[in-house]
């Protein structure tokens, strides 16, 4: 590591190295937790894939709600990604260093996805609330255009928002020691180490949080409201039922990413320690976005019919090209 010049006299001003401290408390039993953390990462990573693969190849998919779940796949693959292989290589080296221009890239990417999930999910509940309380204006609500709109201001959110608080956080001066109490470089962390007065970056980061975080939870909060209210005026317990359905796989995403998330971030600083905020920062960065989807795939008739659909054709392609091919092998040796 190199440092320049103290500060106020004081602290030596961190110039391009880091060292997360992650789980090195755990001694050898990181080589445990590299194993699980691995198979739990190549899930994410394959079921993620699967539900693109298999919204594009079903035309049954082809709809809102699925277009919205291909952007959600596509985010957790991008979330995950900027955290577990770093981690990953961590658990298995002493050295665990990242430099400064790593650090802010990790942040970059972490937060603008994780910002544009809150927007996404935020879509997806207006798309929820359209097809249970307006069913037959469902169509005509909901266009394709509607729907890119929607999916295209939460990426911009997210990425506009994010790259102005990141980028004013890394223009601070980090003093003293170069240890970071995470597995990543995240928001609190990276700010307790700054050396400089950080309400500037308080005043952006404020904004963000209750526009952009807390106001699409109120948003998913409202709609299902008004979806709970309308579903429970429906005659038949049948009709309550699937109703429900429709909307019960969002409902659970919705509670693990804000559970979470919401719990690291607004609890008191406190009552925290980094060991305590380490483990309950790997549900949404690692259990998250397994969970995701699976459970838009056990809670979801329609994408399963469509996954044996496409295996099933696969089945029979792939029957049809070896009939095919042992076919041509006996005439050729007729």
């Known amino acids: 590591m190199s440092s320049s010049e103290s500060h106020s006299g004081k602290n030596q001003t961190i110039s391009d190295v880091f060292i997360l401290v992650g789980f090195s408390y755990l001694g050898e039993l990181q080589i445990l937790l590299f194993l699980l953390l691995l198979l739990t990462y190549l899930v994410a990573l394959m079921g993620n894939l699967l539900i693109i693969l298999l919204i594009k190849l079903s035309p049954s998919l082809h709809t809102p709600m699925y277009f919205f779940l291909v952007n959600l796949s596509v985010l957790e693959i991008c979330f995950t990604t900027s955290v577990v292989p770093q981690l990953l290589v ?103 180490m700054a050396c400089a007065d950080t309400w500037k970056n308080v005043i952006v980061g404020l904004p963000v949080l209750l526009l952009f975080i807390l ?42 990413f804000y559970g979470t998330g919401l719990f690291i971030y607004l609890k008191p600083t406190s009552s925290s320690t980094p060991e305590s905020d380490q483990l309950i920062s790997l549900m949404y960065t690692v259990v998250t976005p397994v969970l995701n989807p699976i459970i838009y795939t056990l809670r979801n008739k329609e994408v399963k019919g469509a996954f044996r659909n496409t295996v099933g054709k696969a089945i029979f392609s792939h029957s049809q090209r070896n009939e095919r091919k042992r076919k041509r092998v006996n005439g050729n040796s007729v």
């Open 90 to 192: 961590h658990l298995l080296v002493e050295e665990k260093t990242i430099s400064l221009v790593a650090c802010a890239a990790q942040m970059y990417v972490f937060t603008i996805t994780g910002l544009t999930e809150c927007c996404l999910l935020a879509a997806m509940a207006y798309d929820r609330y359209v097809a249970i309380c307006h069913p037959l204006h469902y169509t005509t609500i909901m266009s394709i255009r509607l729907c890119v709109r929607l999916a295209g201001a939460s990426w911009g959110i997210g990425i506009l928002a994010e790259v102005a608080e990141t980028t004013w956080l890394f223009s601070l001066p980090f003093c003293g020691s170069n240890r970071i109490h995470h597995y990543f470089c995240d928001v609190r962390p990276l700010e307790k």
């Open 215 to 256: 106001g699409p939870f109120l948003l998913i909060f409202l709609s299902y409201i008004r979806i709970i209210s309308t579903i429970l005026r429906l005659p038949s317990a049948d009709g309550k039922r699937k109703a429900f359905s429709t909307c019960s796989s969002h409902l659970t995403v919705v509670t693990l």
